[in-house]
């Protein structure tokens, strides 16, 4: 089992930046070999997938962060980060960080709400 605790949201203007992490603990000797990914889900609609990272380091993105947001982590200290600049109003959503294992492991969440 993975436990995955995400920090650094808040509240910040259109324009700005954020710095994500997601500490994970557990079964931390998958984590090298685990796909991590961070999701977000603003109120009312799904959850959507933003970034992933494979174990190798490639990544992967989904369109409207592309360019914005970078994806990265650190095996040795079990860490994922998601660097977000060029913040918009329409990354107001609660992130989520996420081990992609059978089953999947999800963190609480963290709250990034920009202000226009």
């Known amino acids: 089992q993975v436990h995955l605790v995400e920090s650094g949201g808040g509240l910040v203007q259109a324009g700005g930046s954020l710095r994500l992490s997601c500490a994970a603990s557990g079964n931390i000797n998958i984590f090298s070999f685990t796909t991590m990914g961070w999701y977000r889900q603003a109120p009312g609609k799904q959850r959507e997938l933003v970034a992933l990272i494979i174990s190798g380091g490639n990544t992967n993105y989904s369109d409207s962060v592309k360019g914005r947001f970078t994806i990265s982590r650190d095996n040795a200290k079990t860490m994922v980060y998601l660097q977000m600049n060029s913040l918009k109003p329409d990354d107001t959503a609660v992130y989520y960080c996420?081990?992609?294992?059978?089953?999947?492991?999800w963190g609480q969440g963290t709250q990034v709400t920009v202000s226009s």
């Open positions: 996420c081990a992609l294992t059978i089953p999947n492991y």
